[in-house]
Nanobody
Framework: QVQLVESGGGSVQPGGSLRLSCAAS????????AGWFRQPPGKERELIAA????????YYAVDVNGRFFISRDNGKNELYLQMNNLKPEDTAVYYC???????????????WGRGTQVTVSS
């Protein structure tokens, strides 16, 4: 069993940066793929970034590629999302997720955090 807790959300002006963190419990996390999803107001939740267990492979959605960077520290059981050049359309609840396989992250993660709000507004 893996429990995930996000932190680092908040309000920021357009062009600003935020770093989200996700603390995971359970030693299994270090062997799991992990990712960040977001759900903008009135829209469906979408995968925006993913990373495999060794950090060798990453995935980014087109909307965030080149602005957001996913990383992990398996020694600390943590997942990160560095978000730069934020735009109002990045406003959403951001969720971290973990799955036993890469395919699980991209389709139906096994574990979810509760989310953290990110608001980008001037």
């Amino acid at each position: 069993q893996v429990q995930l807790v996000e932190s680092g959300g908040g309000s920021v002006q357009p062009g600003g940066s935020l770093r989200l963190s996700c603390a995971a419990s359970g030693s299994a996390f270090s062997s799991y793929a992990a990712g960040w999803f977001r759900q903008p107001p009135g829209k469906e939740r979408e995968l925006i970034a993913a990373i495999n267990w060794s950090s060798r492979d990453t995935y980014y959605a087109v909307d965030v590629n080149g602005r957001f960077f996913i990383s992990r520290d398996n020694g600390k059981n943590e997942l990160y999302l560095q978000m730069n050049n934020l735009k109002p359309e990045d406003t959403a609840v951001y969720y971290c997720a973990a799955g036993a396989a890469w395919s699980a992250i991209t389709t139906n993660p096994n574990y979810w955090g509760r989310g953290t709000q990110v608001t980008v507004s001037s």
